[in-house]
């Protein structure tokens, strides 16, 4: 095969210096598309899943047949051990973390008067906890190479709240602080931080939705639609890429103007 008849992404496959990039929740949503857009801009991928080790496989294969390295591990983002291994044996067989992608995150809602503490505790352990373990896990390595791009996805819920939603908005919050927290801390390593805020977007997690609230959603949405995952991996694929160069600290929302 010509030179120029490859894909970027097989090019940058037989490339030594191929990045890595690591997407937690990678198996479905925004992390699949994440995951997919980032191979397709030449990235090895690691990413994590919970426990859909059907979709998971899937998309490893999907990857793999972009012509760049892919690795699934089953991990659970609450657990920071589980991550450690994550990050570890991602780091063993692709190599050391360019790009960390933090996309993992559940919803539990209910109006605070009847918030079981099981609920408030996994939203916070899962959404704001993960985003500080994966971090946290990938953090001292991007700091000795002098390098590195971490984009943590919150949600326009934690930028104006949302009502049912005090514990997913509260972990949505946290992580504004913790990125701009971390983009102060480490950007003279040369370590940029930043965070996506989606409004409604079509994955499994809004899928549950009922009609009602989608309606309504529908008709505060500037847009008139649901924002699709691939629109905002491509929002993370500019994030980590060297066209942001300058960026750090930024909260971008991708909402169809819901919020105007
Ligand atoms: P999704 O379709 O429900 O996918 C969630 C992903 O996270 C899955 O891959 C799931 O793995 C993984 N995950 C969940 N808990 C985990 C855990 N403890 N450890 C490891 N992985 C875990 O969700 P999504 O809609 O793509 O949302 C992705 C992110 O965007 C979330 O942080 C969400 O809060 C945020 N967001 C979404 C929207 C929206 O409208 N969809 C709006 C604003 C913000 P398994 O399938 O294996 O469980």
């Known amino acids: 095969m010509s030179e120029n008849t490859q894909s970027p992404a097989a090019e940058a496959a037989e490339s030594p210096a191929t990045k890595v990039a690591l997407v937690s929740g990678g198996s479905r949503g ?3 598309a994440t995951a997919l857009r980032l191979a397709q801009d030449g990235f090895d991928i690691g990413f994590c899943y919970r426990s859909d080790d059907q979709a998971a496989k899937e998309l490893d294969a999907e990857i793999a047949g ?8 089953k991990t659970d983002v609450s657990d920071s051990n589980s991550v450690r291994a ?6 063993a067989a692709l190599g050391p973390v360019d790009v960390a992608v933090t996309s993992a995150g559940i919803t539990r809602d209910n109006p605070l008067l009847m918030m079981p503490d099981e609920d408030w505790n996994q939203v916070i352990d899962t959404n704001l906890n993960g985003v500080y373990h994966v971090c946290r896990a990938v953090i001292f390595e991007m700091m000795k190479r002098k390098s590195g791009s971490i984009v943590n996805i919150s949600s326009v819920a934690g930028v104006y709240g949302n009502a049912t ?39 499994d997690m809004t899928a549950g939705l009922n009609e009602k609230v989608k309606k309504q959603a529908l008709q505060s949405i500037p847009l008139r639609r649901l924002g699709r995952a691939e629109e905002v991996a491509d929002l993370v694929s500019f994030l980590v890429s060297e066209r942001s160069s300058y960026i750090t600290g930024a909260v971008f929302q991708i909402d169809g103007g819901i919020i105007i």
């Open 165 to 203: 939603q005090t514990n997913y908005a509260a972990s949505k919050a946290g992580i504004i602080g913790f990125s701009r927290s971390l983009a102060k801390e480490v950007g003279r390593y040369g370590i940029r931080a930043n965070v996506v805020a989606p409004g409604f977007i079509e994955t």
């Open 66 to 73: 972009l012509g760049v390295r892919s690795l699934a591990v």
């Open 30 to 32: 925004i992390g699949r």
């Open 86 to 91: 994550f990050v570890a044996e991602t780091e």
